[in-house]
């Protein structure tokens, strides 16, 4: 009898599984529906106005993104801060201190 309810509970799981994945799917399925409806009313508002159908694009400039995570700011967030340049030179590499090994 046991062995019977490990079974049937067993299947049960499976069944509910396979349930929530069916379900998962049809969600994705009318989500990319909705989106296709809408892209092609937006195709359809195009040609009847006689503009030119333009794609959804998300244009990235790999550039632009760079110099807007570091620009540097000023403190109250608007516009750029004064930089300050702290320019070190070496002129000779006798000036370089090296690091002496320790015995353990």
């Given at each position: 009898?046991?062995?019977?309810?490990?079974?049937?509970?067993?299947?049960?799981?499976?069944?509910?599984?396979?349930?929530?994945?069916?379900?998962?799917?049809?969600?994705?399925?009318?989500?990319?529906?909705?989106?296709?409806?809408?892209?092609?009313?937006?195709a359809?508002?195009?040609?009847?106005?006689?503009?030119?159908?333009?794609?959804?694009?998300?244009?990235?400039?790999?550039?632009?993104?760079?110099?807007r995570?570091?620009?540097?700011?000023?403190?109250?967030?608007?516009?750029?801060?004064?930089?300050?340049?702290?320019?070190?030179?070496?002129?000779?590499?006798?000036?370089?201190?090296?690091?002496?090994?320790?015995?353990p």
């Amino acid at each position: 009898m046991n062995n019977f309810f490990r079974q049937v509970t067993s299947w049960g799981a499976r069944v509910g599984l396979l349930l929530a994945a069916l379900v998962f799917m049809a969600s994705l399925v009318f989500a990319a529906g909705l989106l296709l409806a809408l892209w092609l009313l937006r195709a359809l508002w195009a040609k009847l106005t006689g503009r030119p159908v333009q794609p959804w694009v998300f244009k990235m400039h790999r550039t632009d993104l760079w110099q807007r995570a570091y620009q540097a700011r000023a403190p109250d967030g608007r516009g750029k801060a004064p930089v300050d340049v702290i320019d070190a030179e070496v002129k000779d590499i006798t000036d370089v201190t090296d690091v002496e090994e320790k015995r353990p």
